[in-house]
């Protein structure tokens, strides 16, 4: 049973430039969650992907955008990048449960550095 | 979003119990207390999670007191391999907000 799996695992970028990061979920899962991490810091929420809809939405600008796809898998958009924008970006996938409360399980990111 | 407090760091012998306290005084009723830890490189890793009972798994036991203002996670016998940064987290469901965290160091 796969867990969640993120690619790349690495990039470099320059300022200004346009990157996409790819998720996807653990086996039965229908919910992704998309987190930044920057170095020596907790993860903060970017924002939530249910039924291909953005469902949350954390602090952050215009330029970071998603799309979550028909078989739950998910992207991640930056435009415009900056040199603040180095950090690792994690996934997260959960079932989404009337009844219950479910965990979230992460991958292991995808290390973004910006020169 | 309920605020945690957590010891920013802590050693513990190998092969001895670690017992990592959390206060959540601010939770809500309908938030769980969530436990992941995060060793170096790695994604979060989710450990265990509880309402109001005590609950136990494979890798964890969980205590919250019956006021939930503050909780316990127990490692019962500490490994090298549980060196890592650990976050109580209440949730409810949509977005996890990771605070500090406690270092635990887990030594020979």
């Known amino acids: 049973d796969a867990g969640v799996t993120q690619s790349p695992t690495h990039l470099i970028k320059t300022r200004g430039q346009q990157v996409t990061l790819r998720c996807s979920p653990k086996s039965g899962h229908d919910t992704v969650s998309w987190y930044q991490q920057a170095l020596g810091q907790g993860p903060q929420f970017i924002f939530q992907?249910?039924?291909?809809?953005?469902?949350q939405r954390g602090n952050f600008p215009d330029r970071f955008s998603g799309h979550q796809f028909p078989n739950y898998s998910s992207e991640l958009n930056v435009n415009a990048l900056l040199l603040g924008d180095s950090a690792l970006y994690l996934c997260?996938?959960?079932?989404?449960?009337?009844?219950?409360?479910?965990?979230?399980?992460f991958g292991d990111g995808t290390r973004l550095s910006i020169l | 979003d309920a605020k945690t407090t957590q010891p920013p760091s802590m050693d513990c012998a190998e092969g001895r119990a670690a017992n990592l306290p959390c206060n959540h005084s601010t939770i809500s009723g309908n938030e769980y207390v969530y436990w992941y830890r995060q060793i170096h490189s790695q994604g979060p890793q989710y450990i265990i999670h509880?309402?109001?009972n005590n609950e136990t798994n494979e890798m964890a036991s969980l205590i919250i007191t019956e006021d939930r203002k503050s909780s316990t996670l127990i490692l019962p016998h500490a490994t090298l391999r549980d060196t890592a940064v650990y976050y109580c987290?209440?949730?409810?469901?949509?977005?996890?907000?990771f605070g500090g965290g406690t270092r635990v160091l887990v030594k020979p």
């Open positions: 992907y249910y039924e291909e809809e953005e469902r």
């Open positions: 997260a996938s959960s079932l989404t449960g009337e009844w219950s409360n479910q965990p979230q399980h």
């Open positions: 987290i209440p949730f409810a469901g949509n977005k996890l907000t």
């Open positions: 509880g309402l109001k």
